[in-house]
């Protein structure tokens, strides 16, 4: 087997492996009340109502019938399949078959109540797919929340060194570039990264036993990115060679080792040190860079030691950064599927460990909603910091690529609005190479922007949630798909202009190509805007979906000189007149969103 290859059998083996993640005691949550089920073409809609102290909910299916086997509708996701609404959109039946639904509320990612009652429902083959919205332009509305906005993910910065070339094209540089088109055009304003700590940036070595620590590589790195008016949100780890316990134990194909440290003073000296040479070096501005402990130590693949073992390297690492100044912001637990998130909480409350803000990860679902986490163990103030989000765990998946991944974002996005502090899309760049660089241009990366600096549909919608306005207007909405299917986000800007984002969506990965009896005519009636001229921008298949453009110019592999400038010529949402007055109609195709603006 290539290194390569290697490196991705021994993830496939091992990031399905999880610790023990036992905690204090849940609640014992009572089944949803008033599970309700529309028919609708293509598609359920499920609705019921909310249970305190859930932080999501668990649709249940079985064939009418055979309520034996109720078992959860898998959207393959790949990962937490829960879902932190009270609605759920079922588009993986087959039509004019009639199901069974349940759903049961979740306290902890690992636990599961009771399942409600039953329903039965079937999806039509045909019918009136017109969904109707209205607004007034008038409205007070509510300020509009932003969470795509605080942070970003990327590859090591360690990366942003490196000359080798991957497509014919520089890393560090076009990594680089990535993160300052984002910060530049979306107005993001950190970025996460992993592996500050690793040994290719020479933080820490030992000499004839003694402790050398030598920050100059941090400081190429984080010099670079702050020069693009980014900051870092330093996540501290993984473990140098020297100091670990068992230097042996790695992951990905850089080897980031994932040991426990063999002396845990000088790994809290080692934090200190790096915390307060940041201090000096950048001066307040660390004040409110976020400290994150580990990467998803709750994966074997992450953490050699065990569960109470990496406790203690939180304890050591937190109070490591208080230490220095009590200021810093310090959290974690960083943790794969929403996991230990209680665990943590449980364990600070007894060792007394700071936790400014919970960090976790999901992926294939809008994130979940831990505020009934944080109000359970008495800590409503800690920030919520989704660090790791995104449609797949799985690296070069296909879905990542098109436009279904791009209307998945916009779900997660508004279902976070509100609730989570910050919802950091994984990563920016398909530079990117923790199982292996890029084979080909198309390879399924985790990156919104591909080798040679193409934004895919996911970074589209991005730019298009960056149009809003900064006062979110309520929409009403009616019609085969309304609130579910058919998503909305509408907003009025200071100097009056009125900016909807409409989208067709599906959590359902295998209608990521598209299914025509998912597609909708919308008309939306906005109050207060007769007179007024329209323009809409689309992002679908045909619409700004890199992954159609490549087609029809037959990119195979990496492109040639020719198709790199057809594809640069082509990277941009277009937008055109919208015909009517203060009534507009549009046709958006699953997956497919439109952005209209007045």
Not at 65 to 87: K, N, Q, Y
Not at 116 to 141: E, P
Not at 190 to 217: C, N, Q, W
Not at 566 to 581: F, K, Q, W, Y
Request: hydrophobic share 40%; proline share 7%.
């Amino acid at each position: 087997m290539t290194e390569n290859s290697t490196a991705r059998a021994d993830w496939e083996q091992r990031i399905g492996v999880r610790s023990s993640i036992a905690g204090a005691p849940l609640p014992d949550l009572p089944a949803p009340a008033g599970l309700e089920a529309a028919e609708g073409v293509g598609h359920v809609r499920l609705t019921w109502q909310p249970v305190p102290g859930a932080v999501g909910y668990l649709v249940h299916r079985a064939e009418s019938g055979a309520e034996a086997r109720l078992a959860p509708v898998d959207h393959l996701g790949g990962d937490v399949l829960s879902v932190p609404d009270t609605w759920y959109i079922d588009t993986t039946g087959s039509p004019g078959v009639t199901y069974v639904y349940a759903v049961a509320a979740v306290p902890e990612v690992t636990a599961l109540g009771p399942l409600s009652t039953t329903v039965t429902a079937a999806s039509r083959g045909d019918g009136d797919r017109t969904v109707h919205l209205g607004l007034d332009a008038t409205a007070n509305g509510t300020p509009l929340h932003r969470p795509w906005q605080p942070m970003i993910g990327s590859e090591r910065l360690s990366q942003l060194l490196c000359t080798d070339r991957s497509g014919g094209r520089e890393i560090g540089t076009e990594l680089l570039a990535a993160l300052k088109r984002i910060r530049d055009e979306v107005g993001v304003e950190t970025v996460r990264a992993h592996s500050i700590l690793h040994d290719d940036l020479g933080v820490y070595t030992e000499r004839d036993g003694t402790p050398v620590h030598d920050f100059t590589g941090v400081d190429r790195v984080y010099d670079m990115l702050i020069a693009t008016g980014l900051r870092p949100v330093v996540e501290i780890g993984f473990m140098p060679r020297d100091l670990a316990r068992d230097p042996s134990q790695t992951v990905f194909e850089y080897r980031g080792v994932i040991s426990p440290p063999k002396d845990w003073d000088r790994w809290g000296d080692l934090v200190r040190a790096l915390v307060a040479h940041l201090l000096d070096r950048y001066g307040d501005e660390v004040l409110g860079w976020d400290f994150e402990v580990w990467n998803e130590a709750n994966l074997d693949v992450f953490w050699s030691g065990t569960r109470d073992e990496w406790m203690r390297l939180y304890d050591v690492t937190a109070r490591a950064v208080k230490d220095v100044d009590p200021r810093i912001p310090v959290g974690g637990p960083s943790s794969a599927a929403a996991g230990w998130v209680d665990a943590l909480l449980s364990h600070a409350a007894t060792s007394g460990a700071p936790v400014d803000f919970v960090s976790t990860h999901t992926y294939g679902s809008p994130p979940l909603d831990l505020r009934a986490t944080l109000d359970r163990y008495g800590r409503p103030e800690a920030r919520i910091l989704w660090t790791e989000w995104g449609v797949t765990p799985t690296h070069f998946n296909p879905v990542n690529d098109g436009t279904s991944a791009a209307t998945f974002l916009l779900t997660g996005m508004r279902s976070a609005a509100g609730r989570v502090d910050a919802l950091s899309y994984w990563v920016a760049s398909d530079h990117f190479e923790e199982l292996g660089r890029p084979p080909r241009l198309l390879h399924g990366g985790f990156g919104l922007i591909t080798v040679g600096g193409i934004a895919k549909p996911r970074y589209h919608a991005l730019s298009m949630l960056s149009k809003l306005g900064d006062t979110e207007l309520p929409v009403t909405a009616t019609g085969d798909g309304a609130g579910g299917l058919v998503q909305t986000w509408a907003s009025r800007h200071d100097d009056g202009r009125i900016t909807v984002l409409v989208w067709v969506s599906t959590l359902d990965q295998s209608k990521m190509d598209g299914d025509p009896a998912l597609a909708r005519r919308v008309v939306l009636t906005v109050d207060g805007a007769a007179g007024r001229t329209a323009t809409v921008t689309r992002l679908d298949r045909n619409h700004s979906d890199v992954t159609t453009l490549a087609a029809e110019l037959k990119v195979r592999g990496w492109p040639t000189v020719d198709q790199w400038a057809a594809l640069r010529a082509a990277d941009t949402l277009t937008t055109e007149p919208l015909p009517g007055d203060g009534e507009f109609t549009v046709d958006i195709p699953q997956p497919g969103a439109v952005l209209i603006e007045l």
